[in-house]
């Protein structure tokens, strides 16, 4: 069982919005708090933001004001909401899960308790 299922990636054009869902187990979802990171093509993993279970976030300094991270706790299921993409907002984008305290910030993936199989984001000018 995939314990993080992301969807709703896709090739827009600079300028559009795209929503970005993840589909979670209850394993990975109750209480935990919930990560989007991005793998820009040939570039090492960042974090886009974070959601946590009482709704605190936080976002990279790139996405703020363009980029939301929201939860629907009855559904399991975690968004972002990406407006005005930029052509350097393509990226290979993971949705994360995790228990602990991060032991350093940024967190990386290995941080990471559970992890989803990544949805394309493409952005032309």
């Known amino acids: 069982q995939e314990e993080l299922v992301e969807s709703g990636g896709g090739a827009v054009q600079a300028g559009d919005s795209l929503r970005l869902s993840c589909a979670a187990s209850?394993?990975?979802?109750?209480?935990?708090?919930m990560y989007w990171f991005r793998q820009p093509p040939g570039k090492e993993y960042e974090i886009v933001g974070r959601l946590t279970w009482s709704a605190e976030t936080w976002y990279t300094d790139s996405v703020k004001g363009r980029f939301t991270i929201s939860r629907d706790k009855t559904k399991n299921v975690v968004y972002l909401q990406m407006t005005n993409l930029k052509p350097e907002d393509t990226a290979l984008y993971y949705c994360?899960?995790?228990?602990?305290?991060?032991?350093?910030?940024?967190?990386?993936?290995?941080?990471?308790?559970?992890w989803g199989q990544g949805t394309q984001v493409t952005v032309s000018s």
């Open positions: 209850e394993r990975s979802f109750s209480g935990a708090t």
């Open positions: 994360a899960a995790d228990y602990g305290v991060p032991s350093s910030w940024p967190p990386g993936p290995n941080d990471m308790d559970y």
